[in-house]
Structures are given as structure tokens and as C-alpha cells.
């Protein structure tokens, strides 16, 4: 795999060689708005504050690291998603990028409608009171009991992935005397200019019925047939951390095809398309995310034009944002412990952390900005690499980054853009405790996810 990479994984054609590093930035201390959260700024003192909170308070009040989380910042990302959509589309907030009760009630509050993918996400979901019909379920090998809960709960759509699961969902809800609205994702053969570990359209993976062979149009003639189901549309997700929007052109004429196919076989034109999410967020510098207003005029004009070349009335169209909405909000805070220089090479940064906390970049050799955190430097830059307290030599938190020379044990580092999947894949490798996640508004701190406990984990082992 490419050491220089596409925050994602590895862009197609336009990678670095090895040991090609860009020129380190003209101000060490300046902070790109594109990949911190909105209220982050330095004091008179040089020290990077949130929400006008110093993170050397934070740290000392929650200790490091610790997911540093600005819910006026989420909150705004949200509402500017719900905005630019409009009361004719549905956004639905990707709950596995990042959840907590917190979080769910931060979208009941701002409109947003969310979806799960596990019977743990539902669970989090009911529990801190988002409506059940606005819950889709997501899922390639959902549960009989999950489904049942889902049914059960009343949730507004079950996504079906399979031509088992069709009969699956069909069955317990007709058990149950209902009748469950169902989407059926299908893979569209669409190429993702993204990490094949996130790329989810081509035919050659675990996601949904494919396309090509006429499985799509086999699953949509099963779902009619059931009483247990009502299909109200077509679900397709072609990949995460997406910059360019051409892959959802292509994935919108394949759907609306479907859709068309649907109604001439049938008589039935469904009334909803789900375009998924994937939209890329700023991890460096050199990335360029477009605006939701910009991603909302783009999908709505591709589908009205091929709906109308389709003579198809428009359906209602959904989409999935999840990094992009929690992926900006939020940055991990460190304290140094080791910085040792290779000659010739780069300088290795130790944090108390690393692949427990943030696993992507060993994963898919994400890219992450980095900055000294609880002050400036005028020192020289210094190539560096900042890396984890694990056991593996691939415990990489930011592979290549310049830091200032004088950087030393007890200094605070922050690393912006970590809110999605950060906190979702976290571990306890190596028994170490996963971070809390603190959000920060109006000068006011406080923990919505706690810090574990060598408690939590001993509690677990019950041999």
C-alpha cells in the first residue's frame, strides 16, 4: 500500500513516491479553518482553545487523550445539511460514524433523521428518544432478534441487503401483524475513487444485490410479492470519503434505470431513492470538500434529469451523511511522552495513545494534520512522524507531518477531522483504555462519553 495516500486510502494515479514530502507549511502555529472545528483558535498565550477552552484545562480536568468534541460546530454542520435539502428530501445521519445519546438528541433537535446498522446503535438510538420512524436500519447480516426489535420498535425503513434477508424481514413482520417499509440496496458497479475497504458500489463485495444479472430487478419483483413488506424504494452507497461527485451520476442513472425497469414490469413506480452518503471532509490541507448546499443542488439536478428522461415522476431522495457532518467537529488531544530523532530519516513523536484510539491510519494509511497544542514555537520544522504506545510497529496516528524542533515530553499535540470512526473503531489492544469524548460549547465542558476504567475491563473478564 502507498505510504502517500488519499485520506481514505490511496488515490488512483496521482500518488507521492516514498520519502517525496511536501515543503512544511510556511507558519507552523497557523490553523487551517478547513480541518479544525469552527470555535478552535489560539489565545494571547499560543495555546489552541475550543469554544474559548484552553486544552491545556481539558486535559488537565479529563486527562489525555481524550476526543475533544465542539457541539456547536456539529450542530451547525447538521442544520447546514438539513438546510440545504430542504423539506423534499430526507437526511439521515450515519449513526456509525460516530453515536451517543448525546449525539442522538442533538439530531432529534435539528431535524436530522438517522440510521443504525447494529441492534447496539438502535438501541442508543430509542433509548435517548429519536422517534422510531425515523430510524432506517442498516445492515448486511442483520439479526433475526435485531430485525424483530427493529419491526417491533416501528422504525420508518429496514434496508435489505440480501435475498434472504427479504424473506427474513417479511416473515417477522407479518408475524408480528405488521407490515414494514423496506428499501432494497443494490450495488450499482459503480467505481469509488476511494480506499477498497470503503469502496461499497462494485460488485465484488459484501453490500448489497448487484445489478448487473438482474438480481436487483429479481429482489424488487420478491419484495412486491410479500405481504410483510412495503417497498417504497431503492438504496445505493457507492463508497466513503468521496470528492468527486461523477460517481453518483452514474450510480443516480443506474437507479432510476431500476426504477423504470420497476414500473414497466410492474405498474409501480416507488416513490423514494436513497443515494447514501460518503461526501469527503477535509483531513489536510490539500483536500478540497464540497459545501452540502453544492452536494444538494448537484444530486437533486442529476436525479430530475434522469427522471425525466426516464418520463419518471421524481422521487423522494435521501441521503447518509455521517463523517461529514461529525468528522470536522472534533480532535484528539495528546500528550507527548518520547520524541526521538533518526538521522536522515524523520523524528518520531511517542503519544499516549495511538491505533487504540484511531485505528485509520494503519487501516487504510489515512492522512491526518497535526499541531502543537499547548503552545507556539518559533523552532525549525522537523519531519515527524507521530505514533502510538501499541505494540505493532504500524501504530501510526499521523504518518508524515512537521512539528517544531523543540517539541518535547509533556507537550500537547491535537490532530483535527478525528469525530468519524475514530471513537466507533476504538479498542482496548494492549488493554488500554478508550478516551472519553468531550463536548465543548459556550466556555462550558462536559463528558458525553466517560473515559474507561481498568474497572470496565475487568468487569468484562469473568473467567
Known amino acids: 500500500m502507498s505510504r502517500s495516500a488519499h485520506p481514505a486510502g490511496p488515490r488512483h494515479a496521482d500518488v507521492l513516491p516514498e520519502g517525496h514530502y511536501a515543503a512544511p507549511p510556511a507558519d507552523l502555529n497557523a ?84 440510521d443504525v446498522c447494529s441492534g447496539g446503535e438502535l438501541a442508543t438510538a430509542l433509548s435517548a428518544g ?39 424481514v417479511a416473515h417477522i413482520a407479518q408475524s408480528l401483524g405488521k407490515r414494514q417499509r423496506v428499501q432494497i440496496r443494490i450495488t450499482v458497479g459503480v467505481e469509488a475513487h476511494t480506499h477498497e475497504f470503503i469502496a461499497t458500489a462494485h460488485e465484488d463485495q459484501k453490500f448489497g444485490i448487484p445489478l448487473a444479472g438482474g438480481q436487483a430487478a429479481e429482489a424488487v419483483r420478491r419484495a412486491l410479492q410479500l405481504d410483510g413488506l412495503e417497498l417504497i424504494g431503492i438504496h445505493s452507497h457507492i463508497g466513503s470519503q468521496i470528492f468527486d461527485m461523477s460517481g453518483f451520476e452514474v450510480a443516480a442513472h443506474r437507479v432510476v434505470g431500476l426504477l423504470k425497469d420497476t414500473r414497466d414490469e410492474h405498474g409501480v413506480e416507488l416513490p423514494e431513492i436513497d443515494l447514501g452518503g460518503g461526501l469527503g471532509i477535509a483531513y489536510t490541507s490539500d483536500d478540497d470538500p464540497r459545501e ?149 460549547k459556550d466556555g462550558e465542558a462536559r463528558v458525553i462519553v466517560r473515559r474507561e476504567t481498568e474497572e470496565d475491563l475487568l468487569r468484562l473478564d469473568v473467567g
Open 130 to 168: 429519536m422517534p422510531a420512524d425515523r430510524i432506517a436500519f442498516h445492515g448486511n447480516n442483520k439479526s433475526t432478534e435485531e430485525i424483530r426489535r427493529a419491526v417491533e420498535a416501528g422504525v420508518g425503513r429496514i434496508v435489505l441487503d440480501s435475498f434472504q434477508e427479504i424473506v427474513r
Open 292 to 440: 452540502p448546499h453544492e452536494i444538494a443542488k448537484a444530486l437533486s439536478e442529476i436525479v430530475t434529469r434522469e427522471c425525466e428522461a426516464a418520463r419518471l415522476a421524481t422521487p423522494r431522495i435521501s441521503v447518509e451523511p455521517g463523517r461529514a457532518i461529525v468528522g470536522p467537529t472534533a480532535f484528539t488531544l495528546y500528550e507527548v511522552g518520547t520524541v526521538k530523532p533518526l538521522d536522515g530519516l524523520r523524528t518520531y513523536v511517542s503519544v499516549d495513545g495511538g491505533m487504540s484510539d484511531n485505528i485509520r491510519t494503519a487501516l487504510y494509511d489515512a492522512e491526518y494534520s497535526v499541531a502543537l497544542a499547548s503552545r507556539t514555537s518559533d523552532a525549525e520544522p522537523m519531519l515527524s512522524r507521530v505514533v502510538g504506545k501499541h505494540c505493532e510497529s504500524g501504530d501510526i496516528v499521523v504518518r508524515d507531518a512537521f512539528l517544531p524542533a523543540d517539541l518535547a515530553p509533556g507537550d500537547l499535540i491535537a490532530v483535527p477531522a478525528t469525530g468519524a470512526y475514530c471513537r466507533s473503531m476504538a479498542s482496548n489492544y494492549n488493554h488500554v483504555l478508550r478516551p472519553p469524548v468531550v463536548a465543548v
Open 31 to 114: 490553523l487551517d479553518a478547513k480541518v479544525w472545528a469552527q470555535t478552535v483558535t489560539r489565545d494571547a498565550d499560543g495555546v489552541l482553545t475550543v469554544a474559548g477552552l484552553r486544552v491545556t484545562d481539558l486535559a488537565e480536568q479529563y486527562g489525555t487523550p481524550a476526543y475533544i468534541l465542539d457541539e456547536a460546530d456539529f450542530r451547525s454542520r447538521a442544520r447546514a445539511w438539513r438546510t440545504a435539502f430542504g423539506t423534499d428530501a430526507d437526511v439521515f445521519y450515519a449513526g456509525k460514524a460516530f453515536l451517543s445519546r448525546a449525539v442522538v438528541r442533538w439530531l432529534h433537535e435539528e431535524g436530522l433523521n438517522l
